[in-house]
Nanobody, 124 residues
């Protein structure tokens, strides 16, 4: 079992930056791949980025490619999403998710555990 808590969302002007954090509890966090997804009102859940169990492999989705970076610190049971040059269309609830396997996935249905989400609002 993994419990996840996101933080770091908020209101930011276009062009600004935010760093989201996700802290997990549970023995399997350190061996789980992690992903970040987002969902805007009325839209499908969208993949943002993912990282394998030890941070050696990362993947960035098309939605924020070039403006986002994912990292993790297993000693702190944490995964991070650095977002730069934010745009109004990035406004959404951002979720971190854990996949109890070492390899990441870009498909949200392959993640077993989810946080409650953190709201990111980008003003123009």
């Amino acid at each position: 079992q993994v419990q996840l808590v996101e933080s770091g969302g908020g209101l930011v002007q276009a062009g600004g930056s935010l760093r989201l954090s996700c802290v997990g509890s549970g023995r399997i966090f350190g061996s789980s791949a992690m992903g970040w997804f987002r969902q805007a009102p009325g839209k499908e859940r969208e993949y943002v980025a993912a990282i394998n169990w030890d941070g050696g492999l990362t993947h960035l989705g098309d939605s924020m490619e070039g403006r986002v970076a994912i990292s993790r610190d297993n000693a702190k049971n944490a995964v991070f999403l650095q977002m730069n040059n934010l745009r109004p269309e990035d406004t959404a609830v951002y979720y971190c998710a854990a996949r109890p396997r070492s390899d990441y996935s870009t498909i949200w249905q392959q993640y077993a555990y989810w946080g409650q989400g953190t709201q990111v609002t980008v003003s123009s």
